[in-house]
């Protein structure tokens, strides 16, 4: 644990103790998020398994294989307690996959959760995050995405048709699979960067709109203002068509010619196209920004980071270099040598740096590797061993037990505490919707001192609410009884551990 009085480097400081740009690591991407510092990182993009229930082989090594098939018995214990203790309502979502689809999605969606959380914790405000998956697991995804980012931050869904249907792809009683979806949310929607991208005219749009040629020689259309106002727009000052949540101009690598697809191909069998990575890096980046990758497989997101470029004019129009600095995780060792190999071979990086590595805009590319040693006999669950574990820097464990100590408010304890309730109102039972029901403190902040953290909320109706006042919950029986009414009598412990807690001596229940 790093002390207060170690002097940090300027990136330890920034990102956590071993974290820097231009890194790969090869880990299970928990180990390194967990020692990532939160609020560093721009851009995450993830591909992760799709729960395909395939195996896939890495070309490059043929001991490594991936098997993305899930089963309760890859999912370690600790992770669901850690999930119950930070995001206590998600373990429903996840429990519901079990119950609408089978244990498998559940293994899937609590393994991606957990990861999902500290991602979203590791994303600066103005961040955003862009899960690829496809329909087998996108609507149990989008589920747990709404509840770690809060359903008000989903900018949308894009759809990838990334090639046109063939009759080798047709399988089973159902259309040809011709799309991918990417879950797009922000860490605080309507901070987060977002440029606006056009795609150019088609050549048809052009030829049957840009009709008419001025004295220069430029082709332009006329569009109606007003009434009586009608004006020249130019084809070389249009930006095009905005881009809508539909890409269907992006082929899959494999559907390329042969000669484009071989400037990239690195037969990696999962292998995104460098431009999927670049729009959406221009979209929700900015020269100089930090894109983390944690499923990074062929490097597709780092080198598509590194050689990224902008449009500029300095009289004339040309392209100028306009990295992103680059973070990627792997558990394959094969992503460090494919980031070393695409670089030179599709980016033309050639320099080195004083320890003789490949030298990108923000250093030297750097491999961590991280150390691991097989849990379980049949290699399910894999233990953190050692090596090249990063480490937070702005976590100090006085400063965990501080808000441990003072359980901070949850911004979802409203649905959290709707879930242990049963959706009932805590004075009298009765279900009611959520929107009818507020957030109350068990015991009263004003005449008991009561603390406004999790533990001293419950959900009441605005009627029962006035009844109790500042009064225990003892009082608010007394006083229902004397209505007429009935209490709730298998209310949920938490609100009777909460007076029990926080009351004084003489007023708590047994
Ligand atoms: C679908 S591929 C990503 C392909 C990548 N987008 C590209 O264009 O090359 C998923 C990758 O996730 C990796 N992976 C699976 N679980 C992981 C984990 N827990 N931590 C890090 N990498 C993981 C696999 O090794 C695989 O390379």
Not at 401 to 427: D, V
Request: glycine share 6%; net charge neutral; hydrophobic share 35%.
């Amino acid at each position: 644990m790093t002390t207060a009085t170690e002097t940090l480097s300027e990136t330890d400081r920034i990102f956590g103790k071993g974290i820097a740009p231009s890194t790969i690591f090869t880990a299970d991407n928990l180990d390194v998020l967990r020692g990532m510092n939160s609020d560093c990182i721009d851009l995450i993009y993830l591909d992760p398994p799709f729960n395909s229930n395939a195996e896939y082989q890495n070309p490059f090594d043929r001991e490594v294989r991936f098997h993305d098939d899930w089963t309760m018995d890859k999912v370690r214990r600790e992770w669901i307690r850690d999930l119950q203790r930070k995001q206590p309502a998600l373990s429903h979502v996840i429990t519901a996959a079990a119950i609408t689809h089978d244990e498998s999605m559940q293994a899937y969606l609590a393994y991606m959760s957990i990861r999902l959380v500290e991602m979203h914790r590791v994303l600066k405000d103005t961040g955003s995050i862009y899960l690829h998956c496809d329909p087998t697991a996108s609507h149990y995804l989008k589920t747990a995405l709404d509840y770690i980012f809060g359903y008000r931050n989903f900018i949308d869904e894009v759809v990838w048709n990334y090639g046109t249907p063939s009759g080798g792809r047709a399988a089973g009683r159902k259309p040809v699979k011709a799309h991918d979806t990417l879950l797009v949310y922000a860490k605080s929607y309507g901070k987060h960067t977002y440029n606006m991208q056009h795609l150019g005219y088609s050549e048809k749009y052009v030829r049957e709109r840009f009709t008419y040629t001025d004295e220069a020689g430029r082709a332009y259309r006329t569009r109606k203002r007003a009434p009586d106002r009608v004006e020249r727009q130019y084809l070389d000052e249009s930006r095009g068509v905005p881009l809508s949540n539909v890409w269907s101009d992006l082929r899959q690598l494999y559907a390329y010619h042969l000669v484009k697809r071989r400037q990239e191909e690195t037969g990696f069998p999962t292998q995104k196209p460098r431009a999927l990575l670049e729009r959406i890096i221009s979209i929700s980046t900015d020269p100089g920004d930090v894109v983390l990758d944690p499923f990074c497989g062929c490097a597709t997101a780092c080198v598509a980071a590194e050689g990224m470029t902008t449009l500029k004019s300095n009289g004339e129009w040309s392209l100028l270099p306009a990295p992103r600095l680059w973070i990627g995780v792997d558990v394959s060792p094969t992503a460090y040598e494919m980031v070393l190999r695409r670089m030179e071979s599709e980016l033309g990086v050639t320099e080195r740096g004083a320890d003789g590595r490949l030298l990108t805009r923000a250093g030297e590319v750097t491999h961590k590797v991280l150390r691991y040693a097989k849990e379980d006999v049949k290699g399910h669950l894999w233990k953190l061993v050692g090596g090249d574990i990063p480490e937070r820097t702005d976590f100090s464990p006085e400063k965990a037990a501080e808000l441990q100590e003072s359980e901070t408010r949850s911004p979802n304890i409203l649905e959290i505490r709707y879930i242990q309730q049963e959706g009932c109102c805590a004075a009298d039972g009765e279900k009611l919707a959520l929107r009818c029901l507020n957030t109350e403190h068990i015991v009263s902040q004003k005449r008991y001192n009561g603390p406004n953290v999790d533990g001293n909320i419950q959900l009441m109706c605005q009627s029962h609410n006035s009844i109790k006042g500042e009064g225990t919950m003892a009082d608010l029986d007394a006083r229902m009884r004397e209505k007429g009414e009935t209490p709730w009598t298998e209310r949920p412990p938490f609100i009777r551990s909460a007076e029990r807690k926080y009351l004084p001596p003489e007023l708590r229940p047994e």
